[in-house]
C-alpha cells in the first residue's frame, strides 16, 4: 500500500478525502434500491428466465454479487474519486464544502426519488414526468403523505442531516489546529482506502461470472439517468407515409375494422346534444356499473336504452393521456409532440366536425392542472370555454352549490372529519356541474346544440375514507362514484320535464383505474391489469338503443368517438382515428393496445384471445388470457416473444409519432 501522505498533503487535501468518503458511502443507497428490486416477485425469478436457468434456480452468494458490480464500480469506486480529484482541484475550502454538501443532497435526493418511483409505478421517473410529479405536489401538497410515507421522509431527514453535519465536521476541523487536523485526516484517509479497496475486492470477484444480462440489470444510476433523458419521437419506418397509407397500414397491422355509413344506426340521433360524464379513477371492478346498475338510481333511469361496453377499456392509466384518447380518438403516444408545437396543420379529434356543424363545445372542471398543459389540450379539440371552478370564487358560494353539497355530505356520512375530507373538492366539483347546468339551459334557450364535458375530481386516488374506520379501498372508490353519479338525479329529471332529454346522449366513463400501490397495495405491478384498465361505460342514446345492449367485444376510449359521430350522421375519417364503431364484432379480433410506460412502466396489448403485458425496467413480457395475470402463469410464453412484442409495440409507437407529424404539420 501506498505510504501516508505528507502532513502538508493532508492539511492541502483532508477535506476533499472526507468528502469523496462521504459520496462512497453513498453509493451503498443504488446497492439497496436493487436490493429491494430483485427481492420482488419480478426479481431473481424472472432473472432465470432471461438467463435459461430451471424455474427454482438458487443463486450463490458470488452470482448475487455479481448483479451488483457495476452499482459497486459507479457508485462506490468512479463516483468518489471524481468527487475526490474535484474537491482537490478547488483550493477553497470553503467553496469544497459547498460543492460537497450541494451534491451528496443532490445524490440522496436523486436516490430517494428513484426508490419512491420504483416502488409506486416501478420505472424510474423521465424528465418530465419528475417535474410534472413536482410541480403536482406543489399544487396538491394534502396527497404527498399519501404518496410518500412519513417514515422514509424521516429517513431521508436523517440522511441529509447527516450530510450536513459532515460538512459541518470539516468546518470545524479546517479551524482546529494543524496536529488535530492531521490526527483526523489521516483516519480518514486510512477508511477512505480500506472502504474504496473493498469495494475494488468485491467487483473482481463480481466479474468471476459474465451473465449476459439487458442493461436493466446493470447498474442502478445508469437506468436513472437512461430514464431521465430518455425520449422516443422517431417515426421509424413510417417517417415517409402519408395519411391514408398511414392508416391503412394500421387497419393491416391491427386488425382495426373501418366505417360503415350505411349501418341502421347512422345518423339515428342527429342533432341531439351531448353530455360526457367522465369519472376520475373509476375502475369497473369497484364501480361495477354493467352489473349492478340498481345502486345508481340516475343512471337505472336511462338503462332500458342504453349500451353497455363489459369490456371496456382506457388506454392509459394517467388522466392526460386517457382524455386525449376520449377526445382524440387516438392511442396518447403523441400527445406531447402535439402540445410541444406551435400550431396545428389539422383539426384533432372528434369534435371538430361538430363545432362545424354548428354544436359547442364546453370543459367544466374543478380546477385547473396547468403543468401538464391540458387547457392548451383540449383547445387543440376545440373546448371553448374551458371552465374551472377554483378560478371563480363567486361559483363556489353559490347558494345551489351550497344547499347540494350539505345534501351530498349528509347522504354519505355523518362523520364529521371524513366530511371534512371531502368538503373542498366536492364543493369545487358541485360549483363545476352546477355551471353546466346554467350553461346547459342556455344553449337550449338559444337553440344551441352542444357537447358539455364533465370532470369532477371527487374521485382522484389514493381514495378518501367516507364511512371510517378502516373502509375497505374499494369501496371507498365505490362510495365516491356514487355520490358523484347521484348529481346526475336532479339534471335528468329537468331534462326529461322540458322534452330534451330524448334529444340528449349521455356518456359516462372513467379516465382510468387504480395504477399505483400507494392508491391500492393490493395492485399487481410490473404489468397490465384490469384494475388498472379496465373501466366502465355507459352510453344513453334514447332513439337508437330501444332495449339495454351489452358488448361483449374488447372496446377502449379510442371507439368513443367516432361511435358518437356515427350517430349523429357524421362520418368519421378514418385516416384522423385509431377507433372503430363500439358496436362492431369485428373488434373481437382487432389488436387493441394499453399504454403506460412512461407512468407504470409497462405496455401491453390484446390479441385474439391472448393478453401480453410487457415490462420496460426488465424487457420482459408476459401472456395470459386474462388481462389480470396470475402470479403462477407470470413467465408463460404462447406464442409471443419477448422481441416481438416489443417490436409490435415500437410500432404503435412509430405509426403515432408519424400521424402527428402530420397534424403539426411536418413534411
Not at 125 to 136: G, H, I, K
Not at 415 to 426: G, N, P
Not at 460 to 469: A, M, N, S, Y
Request: net charge neutral; glycine share 6%; proline share 6%.
Amino acid at each position: 500500500m501506498k505510504p501516508i501522505p505528507s502532513h502538508s498533503w493532508l492539511l492541502r487535501h483532508g477535506s476533499a478525502v472526507g468528502g469523496s468518503l462521504l459520496v462512497s458511502l453513498l453509493g451503498l443507497f443504488p446497492i439497496f434500491i436493487k436490493s429491494l428490486w430483485l427481492g420482488t416477485v419480478n426479481g431473481y425469478c424472472v432473472l432465470t428466465r432471461f438467463l435459461a436457468l430451471e424455474q427454482d434456480h438458487l443463486f450463490t452468494e458470488l452470482e448475487r454479487l455479481s448483479l451488483y458490480r457495476e452499482d459497486l464500480l459507479i457508485g462506490g469506486v468512479l463516483l468518489p474519486l471524481l468527487m475526490l480529484f474535484g474537491l482537490m482541484w478547488l483550493r477553497s475550502e470553503a467553496k469544497r464544502i459547498r460543492i460537497l454538501l450541494i451534491t451528496g443532497i443532490l445524490l440522496i435526493a436523486w436516490y430517494y426519488v428513484g426508490l419512491i418511483s420504483l416502488g409506486n409505478a416501478r420505472k424510474f421517473l423521465s424528465f418530465d414526468l419528475l417535474w410534472e410529479a413536482m410541480t403536482w405536489g406543489i399544487q396538491n401538497p394534502e396527497f404527498i403523505p399519501q404518496y410518500v410515507s412519513p417514515g422514509s421522509l424521516q429517513k431521508l431527514g436523517i440522511l441529509i442531516g447527516t450530510i450536513l453535519a459532515t460538512g459541518g465536521l470539516l468546518v470545524w476541523f479546517t479551524r482546529r489546529a494543524a496536529p488535530l487536523q492531521i490526527l483526523w485526516y489521516r483516519r480518514l484517509w486510512w477508511v477512505w482506502l480500506v472502504i474504496i479497496a473493498t469495494y475494488l475486492v468485491l467487483i473482481v470477484a463480481g466479474y468471476r461470472f459474465s451473465f449476459p444480462l439487458r442493461a436493466q440489470y446493470r447498474s442502478i444510476p445508469e437506468n436513472m439517468i437512461r430514464a431521465l433523458i430518455t425520449s422516443d419521437l422517431s417515426a421509424g419506418t413510417y417517417r415517409h407515409l402519408d395519411p391514408s397509407r398511414l392508416d391503412q397500414t394500421y387497419r393491416n397491422l391491427t386488425h382495426a375494422p373501418g366505417f360503415n355509413d350505411q349501418s341502421a344506426w347512422f345518423g339515428t340521433e342527429k342533432n341531439s346534444d351531448i353530455l360526457l360524464f367522465i369519472l376520475e379513477t373509476g375502475p369497473e371492478r369497484c364501480v361495477e356499473l354493467a352489473q349492478n346498475i340498481q345502486d345508481f338510481p340516475a343512471l337505472r333511469r336511462l338503462a332500458k336504452r342504453s349500451l353497455f361496453g363489459t369490456r371496456h377499456y382506457t388506454t392509459y392509466p394517467y388522466t392526460s393521456a386517457a382524455m386525449f384518447s376520449i377526445f382524440g380518438s387516438l392511442y396518447p403516444n403523441g400527445r406531447k409532440t402535439l402540445l410541444q408545437q406551435t400550431r396545428q396543420a389539422s383539426p384533432v379529434g372528434w369534435v371538430h366536425p361538430l363545432k362545424q356543424a354548428g354544436y359547442r363545445f364546453a370543459l367544466y372542471k374543478p380546477s385547473r392542472e396547468g403543468f401538464e398543459n391540458d387547457f392548451d389540450m383540449f383547445q387543440a379539440f376545440g373546448a371553448d370555454p374551458q371552465y374551472f371552478a377554483s378560478e371563480h370564487p363567486e361559483t363556489l358560494n353559490d347558494p345551489q352549490v351550497t344547499t347540494q353539497l350539505e345534501r351530498s355530505l349528509n347522504a354519505m356520512t355523518s362523520d364529521e372529519s371524513a366530511r371534512q375530507r371531502l368538503h373542498t373538492q366536492v364543493t369545487r366539483d358541485l360549483a363545476a356541474w352546477q355551471t353546466l347546468q346554467r350553461d346547459t339551459r342556455l344553449a337550449q334557450q338559444q337553440g344551441q346544440r352542444f357537447v358539455h364535458a364533465f370532470m369532477p375530481q371527487l374521485g382522484h386516488g389514493p381514495w378518501k375514507e367516507v364511512r371510517p374506520p378502516n373502509q375497505p379501498i374499494c369501496e371507498r372508490g365505490r362510495d365516491l362514484a356514487t355520490l358523484q353519479l347521484s348529481w346526475l338525479n336532479e339534471w335528468i329529471d329537468e331534462l326529461a320535464n322540458t322534452g330534451r332529454l330524448e334529444q340528449t346522449i349521455v356518456v359516462v366513463t372513467a379516465d382510468h383505474g387504480i395504477r399505483l400501490t400507494t392508491e391500492d397495495p393490493a395492485l399487481k405491478t410490473g404489468r397490465i391489469d384490469d384494475y388498472t384498465f379496465h373501466v366502465p361505460l355507459m352510453i344513453f342514446a334514447p332513439q337508437t338503443f330501444t332495449q339495454r345492449i351489452e358488448l361483449t367485444q374488447p372496446t377502449s376510449h379510442i371507439d368513443i368517438g367516432p361511435s358518437l359521430q356515427h350517430l349523429l350522421g357524421l362520418s368519421a375519417q378514418p385516416a384522423q382515428t385509431h377507433g372503430s364503431l363500439l358496436w362492431d364484432p369485428k373488434l373481437n379480433d382487432r389488436t387493441l393496445f394499453f399504454f403506460g410506460r412512461d407512468y407504470i412502466g409497462v405496455d401491453g396489448f390484446h390479441t385474439g384471445q391472448t393478453f401480453v403485458s410487457c415490462e420496460y425496467f426488465n424487457e420482459l413480457c408476459t401472456t395470459s388470457p386474462v388481462m389480470t395475470i396470475p402470479d403462477d402463469r407470470l413467465y408463460l410464453k404462447e406464442g409471443w416473444s419477448d422481441a416481438q412484442a416489443l417490436e409490435l409495440l415500437r410500432n404503435i409507437y412509430q405509426m403515432e409519432n408519424r400521424f402527428m407529424q402530420q397534424v403539426t404539420g411536418h413534411p
